[in-house]
């Protein structure tokens, strides 16, 4: 399998990819559902509102896994996390206009953020995933995608 190095992991998740936050539900079904995420070198960070089923099951379980992908025509590369997740203290900096400005860049991000800022924020929460497994494939690496791309 054409793996990432831990250097390509790290470069590839300085990168603003939208992950797929996968959890299980209270009736014992899964659910994956799409979350901006930060990387900060040590956890991954997301946010949700404090009510959701996504916030029950952090908080019941402490466990999630995260998927942040790219796909081009001749090739996919990946990297999945997965580990306990702890919620941490909401701050509107850190975890909306931050991550805002860097998923859509500064001017749309300042505007999203500001709908925020204007908002009651306590019912939002932040969690931190650390991973304790990883999963990483880069399969531009393949003689399929060598031959796709020459």
Not at 22 to 44: A, C, K, N
Not at 61 to 75: K, M
């Amino acid at each position: 399998m054409p793996t990432m190095t831990p250097e390509e992991r790290q470069e590839f998740l300085a990168l603003p990819h939208t992950a797929v936050l996968t959890f299980t539900l209270s009736d014992g079904r899964t659910l994956g559902v799409p979350v901006w995420v930060t990387w900060t070198g040590e956890v991954f960070r997301f946010q949700s509102p404090g009510t959701s089923a996504k916030s029950a099951a952090m908080r019941r379980d402490g466990r999630a896994s995260l998927c942040l992908h790219e796909d081009t025509a001749a090739a996919v590369k990946y990297v999945t996390a997965e580990g306990p997740v702890s919620e941490i203290d909401f701050d509107h900096d850190r975890d909306i206009a931050e991550p805002a400005a860097r998923y859509l860049g500064d001017e749309r991000g300042a505007a999203f953020a500001q709908v925020f800022e204007d908002m009651d924020t306590s019912a939002f929460a932040t969690f931190e995933l650390r991973p304790e497994h990883w999963w990483s494939r880069d399969y531009a690496k393949s003689p399929v995608a060598e031959a796709l791309l020459g």
